[in-house]
C-alpha cells in the first residue's frame, strides 16, 4: 500500500520559495506518476502540476512561472517549490499519485496534506 | 481549461436520504470523469472514476453517471459517515480541474 507524506519547513514570508518535500512509502517512485494538488483554507482544490520518476512534467499553467517540481528517485521523494509567492498561496498543499487509466487520470492515494502560511 | 461546476454547492439531508449531486463541464469530457469526498480536516478520498466506476471499498450505496457533459453522483441511502464534501474532476485534458465542491450536511 503506497503512503505518502509531505513535509516543510513552515511558515513562508510573501516574495519568497515554498519548498516542500512527499516522501513515497509501501511503493517505487518509479512505478508511477506523482502530483501537487492545494487547497486554500475553505475553498476548492487546484491541481498544480506532476513528475514523472524519469523527471517529465507538466505544470498548471496558471502557476507555470513559479513552479519547479523535481524528483530524487534515490530518496523515494518528489518536491515542490513555489517562488515569489503571496498571500493568495496560503493552503493546504497534497501531494499526490496520479493514476492513469482507461478513463483518464485521477489522484489516489494522497498525502494527509501540509497547511503552508504565507505571512510576514 | 475546462471548468467543472457542481450543483447545488450545499446539501442538507436526512441519514436514509437519496441524494444527487450534479457536475457540469463546460466542454465534452467523454467519461473521464472522477468524485472524491473529503471530510474535515482530512485530504480528499477517490471515490469513483471514469464516470461509474466504484474504487475498491467503496460502498456501493454510492454510484455515478453520466457523459460528455453532464455527470452526477447518487449516495443511495445517505449514513452518517457520509456527511462530507464531495469534488468532481475532469480527467480528461492538462490542466486537470476539480468542480467547487458540494457540502453534504446533517438535517
Known amino acids: 500500500q503506497v503512503l505518502l507524506q509531505e513535509s516543510g519547513p513552515g511558515p513562508v514570508k510573501p516574495s519568497e520559495t515554498l519548498s516542500l518535500t512527499c516522501t513515497v512509502s509501501?511503493?517505487?517512485?518509479?512505478?508511477?506518476?506523482w502530483s501537487w494538488i492545494r487547497q486554500p483554507p475553505g475553498k476548492g482544490l487546484e491541481w498544480i502540476g506532476y513528475?514523472?520518476?524519469?523527471?517529465?512534467?507538466n505544470y498548471n499553467p496558471s502557476l507555470k512561472s513559479r513552479v519547479t517540481i523535481s524528483v530524487d528517485t534515490s530518496k523515494n521523494q518528489f518536491s515542490l517549490n513555489l517562488n515569489s509567492v503571496t498571500a493568495a498561496d496560503t493552503a493546504i498543499y497534497y501531494c499526490?499519485?496520479?493514476?492513469?487509466?482507461?478513463?483518464?487520470?485521477?489522484?489516489?492515494?494522497w498525502g494527509q496534506g501540509t497547511l503552508v502560511t504565507v505571512s510576514s | 481549461d475546462i471548468q467543472m461546476t457542481q450543483s447545488p454547492s450545499f446539501v442538507s439531508a436526512f441519514v436514509g436520504d437519496r441524494v444527487t449531486i450534479t457536475c457540469r463541464a463546460n466542454?465534452?469530457?467523454?467519461?473521464?470523469l472522477a468524485w472524491y469526498q473529503q471530510k474535515p480536516g482530512k485530504a480528499p478520498k477517490l471515490l469513483i472514476y471514469?464516470?461509474?466506476n466504484l474504487q475498491s471499498g467503496v460502498p456501493s450505496r454510492f454510484s455515478g453517471s453520466g457523459s460528455g457533459t453532464d455527470f452526477t453522483l447518487t449516495i443511495s441511502s445517505l449514513q452518517p459517515e457520509d456527511f462530507a464534501t464531495y469534488y468532481c474532476?475532469?480527467?480528461?485534458?492538462?490542466?486537470?480541474?476539480f468542480g467547487g465542491g458540494t457540502k453534504v450536511e446533517i438535517k
Open positions: 499526490a499519485n496520479r493514476v492513469d487509466g482507461d478513463y483518464g487520470h485521477w489522484f489516489d492515494p
Open positions: 509501501g511503493g517505487s517512485i518509479r512505478a508511477y506518476f
Open positions: 513528475i514523472s520518476y524519469s523527471g517529465s512534467t
Open positions: 466542454q465534452g469530457i467523454s467519461r473521464w
Open positions: 471514469g464516470t461509474s
Open positions: 474532476q475532469q480527467a480528461n485534458n492538462f490542466p486537470l480541474t
